[in-house]
C-alpha cells in the first residue's frame, strides 16, 4: 500500500484533499490502495518522514516558516524516490522554474483544483514512483549479473592462460564430446 503526505499551513486545504483523494472511483466504485498523512506544518512532516516512506508528497507552494520549495528541496534529500507535486493558488513563474528545475517536481498543480485532474495526477504519479523505483531494482539485478559474469570470464581467462586449451571443447556431429587421442 502506497503513503501520500500532504502538506499545506491550512487544516481545511488538506480536509479537501484527503477527502477527493479518498473517495471511491466513479467509474468501478474501488477504495483506493494508499494512506493519506496529512500536516499543516512542514518541519513536522520532514520529522515524519524520517520513520515514514512516503511515495508521493503534494505540498503547497507558499507556506509560512518554510516554502513549498525549500521543503520538497529538504524532503529529496530524505527520500529521493518520492514523487513531489506542488498545489498553489498563485503563479509565480520564477518559484515554479525553480520547482522543476531544482526540486524536480512531477507535476504543479493549481488552487483550485479539479477533483478528476487531482486524482488522474495522484494515479499516474503513483504509478510513475512505481515503474521508477521497479526500473532501480532491475538496473541494480543487471549490475550485478554482469559483476557475476565478468567474475566468470576472468576465471575462465586464467584457467585458460594456465592450461591451453582447457576451456575448449570439441563436440562431435552427433552432440558427444570428443576427446583428442594423446
Not at 71 to 96: K, N
Not at 126 to 154: G, H, M, T, Y
Request: charged content about 30%.
Amino acid at each position: 500500500m502506497a503513503h501520500i503526505l500532504l502538506v499545506d499551513d491550512e487544516a481545511n486545504i488538506l480536509s479537501s484533499l484527503k477527502r477527493t483523494l479518498n473517495a471511491k472511483d466513479e467509474f468501478d466504485g474501488t477504495s483506493p490502495n494508499y494512506t493519506i498523512h496529512t500536516f499543516t506544518d512542514a518541519r513536522a512532516a520532514l520529522l515524519a518522514s524520517e520513520t515514514q516512506e512516503y511515495q508521493l508528497v503534494i505540498s503547497d507552494y507558499r507556506m509560512p516558516d518554510l516554502d513549498g520549495v525549500a521543503f520538497l528541496t529538504d524532503f529529496r534529500y530524505r527520500q529521493p524516490d518520492c514523487v513531489r507535486i506542488i498545489l498553489s493558488g498563485m503563479t509565480d513563474l520564477a518559484g515554479l522554474v525553480l520547482a522543476i528545475n531544482d526540486v524536480e517536481i512531477y507535476r504543479f498543480l493549481s488552487k483550485p483544483w479539479h477533483d478528476f485532474e487531482l486524482r488522474s495526477t495522484v494515479g499516474g504519479a503513483l504509478r510513475f514512483q512505481k515503474l521508477c523505483v521497479e526500473n532501480q531494482r532491475l538496473a541494480d539485478e543487471l549490475r550485478l549479473i554482469r559483476s557475476q559474469s565478468k567474475e566468470k570470464d576472468d576465471e575462465l581467462k586464467r584457467l585458460e592462460d594456465a592450461m591451453p586449451g582447457i576451456t575448449r571443447v570439441n563436440w562431435g556431429p552427433d552432440g558427444s564430446v570428443m576427446i583428442d587421442e594423446v
